[in-house]
């Protein structure tokens, strides 16, 4: 499909996500608006050819000129590390607010707007079946309760122009920060085993998602809509450790970290940084996330706009591993 004259907004270009989407919109043929703070770092923008928009999505004024003269946006611009609570709120609340109503005002004939949400949103697993997007959400951490917040503040303008919340879950893959962690341990010769190892996740990668996008903007759907966008399978912890260690090649001791010496840690390091004023790298709520269970159904994305994953963790990690020796990440 050409897509030489439609143009789309990407908020939050300048991330990991963020970049990868305006890469693909690119390759797509659309003329591509980045998003970004003025501070930004556009180091992951390097060499791509987009259009700048400046703007923050907690100054409202700031984003009448980002919003305008797009076809599409998807609102990808969130934080998911806070020194206080409250931000959380300010960016992925009323940020979005702010967005939404920019564009209702300034761009009301917007073909489509995409709010990436998150399957903390939702909240995980309950009574052992994946979970549906008709579940009433049930986050655990005030990141998760603010990404909701703000898929209802997307979701408040379903009725002025086409609107769809798209929930992914742990996003990785070449350039990933988040997931990096358990790959240089395994790469060092540790397989960390946190808390109950046959607890379910659901992962999509990075290209996967961004297909998803594609698939989300360049297809007909109702506009109100929420869905799921994960790899159909569900692993084990155990098994996604086992299958980075495989994709590493690498055998290595087994550590298992019970469930409260996490918590333990968490409480250590979100104590230092709040006396130090530091955004803490491990809070309470952030074990609490990671010690649960998060397994999704994905058929309403296949229903809505064709999307079905084309990524097993088993490839993707071995992608993932190739990418972060070939930039040296890991040593």
């Known amino acids: 499909m ?10 939050g270009a300048n ?29 992951m923008l390097e060499g791509l050819k987009v259009d ?36 959380f709120y300010d960016v992925n609340e009323k940020g979005t607010a702010n967005l939404f109503e920019a564009i209702s005002r300034h761009n009301p004939n ?19 079946r994946p979970v549906t997007e008709s579940d009433k959400p049930n986050p655990i951490s005030s990141y998760g309760s603010s990404k909701l917040a703000g898929e209802a503040a997307a979701l408040s303008y ?32 540790i397989r960390p085993f946190i808390g109950d190892s046959s607890r379910k996740l659901q992962l999509v990668e990075v290209g996967d998602l961004c297909q998803a996008f594609y698939l989300a903007v360049t297809k007909s759907t109702p506009s109100g809509e929420i869905c799921f966008v994960a790899e159909s399978k569900a692993y084990s912890m155990k098994q996604l450790i086992e299958l980075m260690a495989e994709a590493c090649g690498k055998d290595g001791f087994r550590l298992y970290i019970p469930a409260f010496v996490l918590y333990t840690m ?17 809070s309470l709520e952030k074990a609490k996330e990671i010690l649960s269970s998060w397994e999704v159904t994905t058929s309403k994305a296949k229903e809505l706009f064709g999307f079905s994953s084309s ?12 990418w972060y ?7």
């Open 311 to 322: 990524v097993s963790f088993e490839d993707g990690a071995c992608a993932t591993y190739d």
């Open 110 to 128: 917007v073909k489509k707007v995409i709010y990436v949400s998150s399957l903390a949103a939702a909240g995980p697993t309950k009574d052992g």
């Open 325 to 331: 020796i070939k930039h040296g990440w890991l040593k």
């Open 266 to 282: 968490a409480f250590v390091v979100q104590t230092i940084s709040t006396v130090v004023g530091a955004t803490p790298m491990l």
């Open 52 to 87: 700048y928009r400046f703007g923050d999505v907690t100054s409202a004024e700031s984003l009448i000129e980002m919003v305008k003269d797009v076809d599409y946006v998807i609102h990808n611009a969130g934080v998911v590390k806070a020194k206080k609570k409250q931000m």
């Open 15 to 43: 991330g990991f996500v963020g970049a990868q989407l305006c890469r693909k919109f690119l390759d797509s043929g659309f003329q591509v608006m980045a998003g970004v703070r003025k501070t930004a770092d556009l180091a």
């Open 158 to 189: 379903q009725d002025k122009f086409n609107v769809l919340s798209i929930r992914p879950p742990a996003i990785y893959g070449p350039g990933d920060k988040e997931v990096f962690p358990f790959f240089e341990a395994v790469y060092k010769g």
């Open 2 to 11: 050409n897509q030489s004259d439609s143009s789309i907004l990407i908020t």
